[in-house]
């Protein structure tokens, strides 16, 4: 019998289950090195993209302006879809309504790769959504995170109507309202022109939300790489009007 067969046989000799599970767990870890090596050293696909938080959401407001004024900027779409095959990383991430009527990347005269947006009816930040807001921040380094919401808003309008008459929505809408309700049940006592104040106190509230989410998110805030911000969208115009 050879000697690595004679030690085999020896009990206990042999690799052990905690010895195998300590290999399989330290290998793992130099896989992720390795992986984590190979991403520092890969240059982003929009270099212009790397910003700090101030200035994402700076950039994000100059191209409001551009989009209000009608000047907005011709972007090469053909040659950013190759750039962006590989990768991404965006500048700005934006938790929008789904409103046909709203288009982060156009209100913000943004090209392909620019931002990572997020959209649901009312812009409320559901469990789904913090996790791919968490992604955009743990993974693609997003320094900042817009919400974005619209004035005459639909589903904050008939969140207003279900909790006033007490009804509810067909279908699936019901979640709809559950996600704006805190917002509107904070601004129904104010007298007149509850929609715009509760369209105004839901941006308010998901932004906070946003700010103290653990682990990733709030983590990121206080380490000042990340910083949330909201606004209100004019359909009129085109403009935001920052509120948070």
Same mark, same amino acid.
């Given at each position: 019998?050879? +000697? ?12 052990? !289950? ?5 290999? =399989?767990?330290? =290998?793992?870890?130099? #896989?992720?090195?390795?992986?984590? %090596? ?11 993209? &790397? $910003?700090?938080?101030?200035?994402? *959401? +700076? ?22 879809? +190759?750039?962006?095959?590989? @990768? ?6 934006? *938790? ?6 709203? /288009? ?7 090209? !392909? ?30 320094? =900042?995170?817009?919400? $974005? @919401? ?5 589903? &904050? %309008? /008939? ?8 009804? =509810?929505?067909? @279908?699936? #809408? ?5 996600? &704006?309700?805190? /917002? ?28 103290? /989410? ?6 990121? &805030? +206080?380490?000042?790489? $990340?910083?949330?911000?909201? @606004?209100?969208?004019?359909? !009129?115009?085109? !403009? ?5």
């Amino acid at each position: 019998m050879c +000697e690595i067969c004679r030690q085999a046989a020896i009990p206990g000799f042999g690799p052990s !289950r905690r010895n195998l599970l300590f290999g =399989a767990v330290s =290998a793992m870890g130099i #896989m992720l090195a390795n992986a984590a %090596g190979a991403k520092e050293m890969k240059a982003p696909p929009k270099p212009q993209n &790397v $910003l700090s938080p101030d200035a994402s *959401l +700076e950039r994000l407001l100059k191209g409001n302006t551009r989009y209000v004024e009608g000047v907005s900027r011709r972007h090469d779409f053909k040659h950013e879809r +190759e750039a962006l095959a590989g @990768g991404q990383n965006p500048y700005a991430a934006i *938790l929008s309504c789904a409103d046909s009527r709203i /288009a982060p990347e156009y209100a913000f005269d943004s090209g !392909r790769g620019d931002l990572f947006v997020c959209r649901v009816a009312g812009n409320f930040a559901s469990t789904e959504t913090v996790a791919s807001l968490e992604y955009a921040v743990a993974v693609l380094n997003v320094p =900042a995170i817009l919400v $974005l @919401g619209h004035d005459s808003c639909g589903a &904050v %309008g /008939a969140a207003i109507k279900s909790l006033a008459d007490n009804t =509810a929505l067909p @279908g699936h #809408m019901p979640s709809l309202v559950t996600g &704006v309700a805190p /917002a509107v049940k904070a601004v129904s006592q104010e007298g007149s022109d509850v929609l715009a104040k509760a369209i105004r106190q839901n941006v308010l509230d998901n932004v906070a939300q946003l700010r103290s /989410a653990t682990p990733i998110l709030s983590a990121a &805030v +206080e380490q000042g790489k $990340l910083k949330v911000a909201g @606004g209100v969208y004019r359909l !009129r115009d085109g !403009r935001v009007d920052m509120v948070a």
